[in-house]
């Protein structure tokens, strides 16, 4: 079930704030009703009609992004900069957004659709998806300061959960190592913040896997859709964190960084 200006901004009628007027201006029905509210939720099978048309709902895609920096995980900005769904204008005719986000700076693997369920399940931390990020840190990092995060830190008067981190490299010349941390939350900047917390700011980021997924032979900027597998493998793991093994990480091969 999808808000009902969600699901009249994705079907391609109008951006989202126009749908909610068109909602309170009483030209919208859900099964042949006026609906007036903009809390109403509608599933596919509802019949939607905008000023006496019916609507098209549109057919759910799902894409892996290797985004570049420089961009906002997002589908419009008010400051006009470059975002995520600039790769898919004039290519995707659905208008997919991204799940969940990484910083302007941070690059790497970042999952798109126009399916609100699909986004919302990946999401939730309870699904226990892997989210796998390669950080060049300032300073030497060692199985010692690296430690806490694997216990959980205290980042905004919140405990994070234990991580998985595993110390690339260490470059002592330039006072730089290379760590990689597995975590399933998603609270904003939370990398960053947990590197923080054990005094090893990054200074650049790169999220490397999402769940089963990765943009391995994808150059910035490029997309690909994700498979049917690959979709209902997100899902039954976001479903139950148990049902479906995540592939190993493939710790002998580096990418450029
Ligand atoms: N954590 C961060 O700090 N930044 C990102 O972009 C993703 C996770």
Request: aromatic share 6%; proline share 5%; net charge positive.
């Amino acid at each position: 079930m999808e808000r009902l200006q969600k699901v009249i901004a994705h079907a391609g009628v109008a951006s989202r704030r126009k749908a909610e007027q068109l909602i309170l201006d009483g030209k919208v029905t859900v099964n042949n009703k006026i609906v007036k509210e903009l809390g109403v939720k509608v599933g596919v099978r509802d019949k939607v009609e905008v000023e006496g048309i019916p609507l098209q709902q549109e057919k759910k895609v799902y894409f892996a992004l290797h985004k570049p920096r420089g961009f906002i995980s997002a589908v419009a900005d008010d400051k006009n900069r470059n975002t995520v769904a600039d790769f898919f204008d004039r290519i995707v005719p659905e208008r997919v957004y991204p799940v969940g986000r990484l910083d302007y700076d941070t690059a790497g693997v970042l999952l798109m659709t126009n399916d609100g369920e699909f986004a919302n399940l990946m999401m939730h931390p309870r699904g226990e998806i892997d989210k796998v990020y390669l950080a060049r840190v300032k300073g030497i990092a060692n199985q010692e300061n690296l430690r806490p995060l694997t216990k959980g830190v205290s980042i905004d008067g919140y405990k994070t959960k234990p991580a998985t981190v595993e110390l690339v490299s260490v470059d002592k010349k330039n006072n730089s190592s290379l760590v990689r941390l597995t975590i399933h939350e998603g609270r904003y900047h939370q990398v960053k913040k947990m590197l923080d917390a054990v005094n090893l700011p990054v200074k650049k980021l790169r999220r490397e896997r999402f769940g089963t997924i990765d943009v391995n032979g994808l150059a910035q900027g490029e997309f690909r859709p994700l498979t049917p597998h690959e979709v209902k493998t997100l899902m039954a793991t976001a479903n139950d964190p148990h049902h479906v093994a995540q592939r190993p990480q493939d710790l002998g091969k580096m990418r450029r960084y």
